[in-house]
């Protein structure tokens, strides 16, 4: 569904321009109701349309209450997760909380992950790019994805 990355601005009242490629899907998808949370382990937000967020919520809520680590990840998407709704010029209006988490200020990028796309801050995302780009191919690969072929 949502693939590509794209440079945004955030405006002073911390709303983004969705991509235009996107828009119509959205307001056709899910009428421009989404839901953004924080990643659990990372410095960026998840943009989920709200279809999406409500199947990912189901599993996150299935997940054992009694251990810690699906109690940790309970806590902060679900905690965090904020309905926002497209407005009538394409763009998403941000909390300041969760710009704060993201670290998001004027220069921002948007990557589609498939059913949901990650918001990160232009100083966040180079260190994370870097990061990735440094990192031996070998390292931590599961069997999962020593099976997929691509």
Not at 21 to 50: S, W
């Amino acid at each position: 569904m949502f693939r590509g990355g794209n440079s945004i601005n955030l405006d002073a009242k911390g709303r983004l321009a969705v991509p235009t490629r996107y828009r119509e899907f959205l307001l056709q998808h899910c009428n421009g109701e989404m839901v953004v949370t924080i990643d659990a382990d990372e410095k960026c937000l998840l943009i989920y349309p709200r279809p999406e967020w409500e199947d990912a919520q189901r599993q996150l809520e299935s997940l054992s209450s009694f251990e810690e680590a699906s109690r940790r990840v309970q806590r902060l998407l679900i905690g965090y997760a904020t309905d926002i709704e497209m407005d009538g010029s394409g763009r998403l209006q941000l909390t300041p909380i969760l710009r704060e988490h993201a670290n998001l200020e004027k220069k921002i990028f948007m990557f589609g992950q498939g059913k949901k796309f990650e918001l990160w801050s232009e100083e966040n995302w180079n260190v994370k790019l870097a990061e990735l780009k440094s990192k031996n191919s070998s390292d931590e690969i599961s069997d999962e994805l020593k099976r997929l072929s691509i």
